[in-house]
């Protein structure tokens, strides 16, 4: 029952943060739909993920989207017409929903007879080092990318100044 | 002593790193990169000779590329190594002659790193045994076929010459991946002598399919009918890589593929047929187009057009041997024939046969080494082109249809008709052009020598060579001595007709000015055969007709994400109900 | 049997999300919502690593599996957020529409 509510209250949230005409409002519903996702997975056993998602998706990142949003400037919130008429969308997104539903839910088997003894921490460390190099290579891409674009930014913005 | 797998590594190495090298010295420096060519080519060519005594009937090499690719695996058999010596060494010669001929020419980087790139791919095509990787090579040798078509990026024809060339070639290739994949899917790896050993464990008709690819590859690849096309046009190129890729080389590289797989098609219904009928149309159509022609290198195009169809014919009616015989005589006197043009053209400037005429006194070696080369192509007795000839006309009575046999023996008249014209009309008569001729450079003539001794004497090798081919030839093929084939040659009946043809061919020349009234009857041939019998707008259609539809699908690349979301998801619906449907 | 249970639940849950993910992408029209449709994607996607596992009894492989789905998720929304910044900047919109540069 508990994970019905859930489910129910994290697919509000994320219909909502899709929904909205106000980035600000919809990157909070993201920072709800993110932080009941993590209540999610520390439901299906995966703590630590659940803890890092938390910090990290619900976090970290809405911090990002209200600091991006306050630098591009909130849009005038008229609200434009959608490219796609939305019956469409509505039509073809729930077509590929339920056809994915048909298929994957009769299948699915609940118990779950091996479970692998080892810890989170050693299979992270020494099964899949490679995806830790991976996340690491990821990370300093990334932050190398943000700080090229901000700091392009910054010149052109002098450019035009002058 | 290295052993046959140092030594095919090498042969296909060595050039490559020529390539790169010769690349990296820059232009700079012209005499360093002429001089890095030619030694990289000789070890090249070193290497692939080396390989004559030590070849071997099965595969070398194992080296796993992971299960999706299978292993590198090379098949030195004779065949393969025959090949491979003909591709190195008259690379070799090649770039010798390049040495005079692309004096004082910019970017000869990037000449040169392709001649040599091309020549170490050519290697590995015909020595892998891997299906794959002979695709891989087959795809190279296109894209080194292309870049030096448009060599002169600065031309639009030799660009546009390039293009097609690459798009036609491509269309093969399609013919030849879907061979590899279908192989893949049946036999569980793209291992060729397996597949060789136990072709009828394929289901029939998926055997023919692959066999049909592979007349679709070879015929795009070696220039036959429907696709000859794109031959004439590549003459854009510098003339030693004509000689070399579109006369000597590559262009064989679809004679091997039928000629390999020949053992495994050779039951497939019909197939053989259409190997005959596409080398016949090809051998006849173009001889005529090579009639009609005024430029002296489009004239030499046509010709070896029309060589590769006798050859195809060969390989139809079941004389490999004859087939890979005319092979070999084809490869030097047509490299001598181009490259004595590219001799001509370097002298006088034009490639245009009717402002030359009279330029036997100028130069006189390359006037002697060029009607050696002609006279082999007309198929003249005791030079090598007449007894390989001989040979496949004598394989295509025995193992083609009738109709097919009278096509090449028209064919033969007209070779002999069309070499006579071009080069009476190259070395004789009076001077047309005023300009200053200077005489073939010590480069050049290093190189048009061995061709020519090579076109004298490589008939003698005739019966070694059949012994070579070992194996690679199909059950029941054994070929005698070289005395006893020449023999069985100069005593078949049909040589006598094909030399009373040859001959009537020489004679209609000769009395070219009493024929004016027939030749002017034919005047209507002769104006399909100038627009290439309407292959020309068949190709401009196509293109049309892809530019079009290409138009037409623009309006679904609108640039809106939501449309591509769109049509992301659409694509994900139809995958999904495929699926339930399969699975219900 | 196997009425709102956990599972049947994570599945109820991943579906739902990936539905409205894409609902997202294909409605709206501003660039900085179409990384919000992307993260209610990409959690949907987490779930679904974490409920294979699950099924699979191979949870730690599941779960390292979705440390680096978050680690590339976050990686990919803060470029394309600093990119939505740059595009207000350099264009002073962030409607498709009008960035859409393919045109006939």
């Known amino acids: 029952m508990f994970d019905l509510l859930i489910v129910a209250a994290m697919l509000g949230c994320a219909f909502q943060a899709v929904r909205g005409t106000r980035l600000l409002i919809a990157a909070l519903w993201l920072a709800g739909a993110s932080a009941l996702t993590a209540i999610m997975m520390f439901r299906l056993g995966a703590p630590e993920v659940a803890v890092i998602e938390l910090s990290v998706g619900a976090g970290l990142v809405t911090v990002l989207f209200v600091f991006a949003i306050n630098i591009a400037g909130e849009e005038p919130p008229v609200t434009l017409r959608s490219l796609v008429p939305a019956p469409l969308a509505w039509i073809v997104a729930l077509c590929a929903v339920g056809l994915g539903a048909a298929m994957a839910l009769p299948n699915l088997r609940v118990e779950s007879s091996l479970v692998q003894a080892d810890k989170f921490a050693t299979v992270v460390w020494e099964h899949r080092s490679l995806d830790i190099l991976l996340q690491v290579v990821l990370i300093v891409g990334g932050v190398l990318a943000v700080l090229g674009l901000l700091a392009g930014g910054r010149a052109d913005a002098r450019k035009e100044s002058q | ?584 | 049997m196997m009425s709102l249970s956990l599972p049947l639940m994570a599945a109820v849950a991943v579906l739902g999300l990936l539905g409205i993910g894409l609902l997202g992408l294909l409605v709206t029209r501003n660039l900085i919502k179409v990384v919000v449709g992307m993260q209610i994607l990409v959690k949907g996607a987490l779930l679904a690593l974490l409920l294979a596992g699950r099924l699979s009894g191979q949870v730690q492989t599941g779960q390292t599996l979705a440390l680096t789905v978050i680690v590339a998720d976050t990686i990919v929304s803060v470029v394309a957020l600093a990119l939505a910044v740059q595009v207000r900047r350099q264009f002073g919109t962030l409607d498709l529409q009008a960035l859409s540069t393919l045109r006939r």
């Open chain 2, 1 to 584: 002593m290295p052993d046959i797998s140092t030594l095919a590594i090498l042969s296909i190495a060595l050039p490559w790193a020529g390539a790169v090298l010769i690349w990296l010295v820059r232009d700079r420096q012209p005499q360093l990169q002429h001089a890095l060519a030619v030694v990289f080519a000789l070890a090249g060519a070193a290497a692939a000779l080396a390989m004559i005594p030590l070849r071997s009937e099965v595969n070398v090499l194992d080296f796993p590329l992971g299960s999706a690719f299978g292993q590198v695996t090379f098949l030195p058999d004779g065949l393969a190594v025959f090949l491979a010596v003909v591709a190195t060494t008259i690379g070799c010669l090649a770039v010798v002659f390049s040495v005079d001929y692309m004096k004082g020419e910019k970017q000869l980087g990037r000449y040169y790193a392709y001649v040599l790139f091309f020549i170490g791919s050519m290697v590995g095509l015909v020595l892998s045994s891997n299906l794959l990787l002979i695709f891989v090579f087959w795809e190279i040798t296109a894209l080194c076929s292309y870049a030096l078509i448009s060599f002169y990026n600065d031309d639009p024809k030799a660009v546009a010459a390039g293009i097609k060339a690459l798009i036609i070639t491509q269309v093969g290739g399609i013919g030849l991946l879907a061979g590899a994949l279908f192989l893949y899917a049946y036999q569980g790896n793209y291992d060729v002598p397996t597949f060789l050993a136990g072709a009828d464990r394929l289901p029939p008709n998926v055997l023919a399919l692959m066999a049909f690819g592979f007349l679709v590859a070879a015929a795009a690849k070696s220039a036959q009918f429907p696709f000859q096309t794109w031959l004439p046009d590549a003459m854009e190129a510098p003339t030693p890589v004509s000689a070399l890729i579109h006369a000597a080389t590559m262009v064989n590289a679809g004679v091997y593929l039928l000629a390999r797989f020949y053992p495994a098609f050779e039951a497939v219904p019909n197939w053989k047929l259409a190997v005959v009928s596409i080398g016949a149309v090809t051998a006849l159509m173009a001889a005529v187009m090579a009639l009609v022609s005024n430029d002296l290198k489009r004239v030499l195009a046509y010709s070896t057009v029309s060589q590769l169809g006798y050859m195809v014919y060969a390989i139809g009616a079941g004389g490999i041997f004859a087939s890979q015989f005319h092979l070999l005589s084809h490869a030097v006197f047509k490299a001598l024939l181009f490259l004595s043009a590219g001799a001509v053209i370097h002298a006088v400037h034009t490639r245009d046969m009717r402002e030359m005429g009279g330029l036997g006194k100028q130069m006189p070696l390359v006037k002697v080494v060029m009607i050696i080369g002609g006279l082999a192509l007309a198929g003249i007795p005791v030079l090598n082109g007449f007894w390989s000839k001989e040979l496949v006309l004598e394989a295509g009575h025995e193992g083609g249809p009738l109709w097919a046999w009278l096509f090449m023996l028209v064919g033969a008249g007209l070779t002999a008709l069309y070499t006579l014209r071009f080069l009476s009309m190259v070395f004789y008569g009076e001077p047309r052009s005023g300009q200053h001729v200077h005489d073939a450079g010590p480069a050049m003539k290093v190189a048009l020598v061995p061709l020519a001794l090579g076109t004298l004497t490589t008939w003698l090798l005739a019966g070694s060579f059949g012994h070579f081919l070992g194996k690679a030839l199909p059950e029941g093929h054994d070929v005698e001595s070289t005395g006893a084939l020449l023999l069985q040659i100069v005593t078949a009946p049909t040589t006598f007709v094909a030399l009373a043809v040859v001959a009537l061919g020489l004679a209609a020349w000769w009395q070219r000015a009493r024929l004016a009234g027939l030749a002017h009857s034919l005047r209507g041939i002769g104006t399909m055969a100038s627009n290439s019998f309407g292959f020309e707008a068949i190709n401009r259609a196509v293109v049309s007709v892809t530019e079009a539809s290409a138009e037409s699908l623009r309006t679904t690349h609108n640039g809106v994400l939501n449309w591509n979301v769109m049509a992301i998801l659409v694509g994900l619906v139809v995958v999904l109900v495929i699926l339930a449907l399969g699975g219900a």
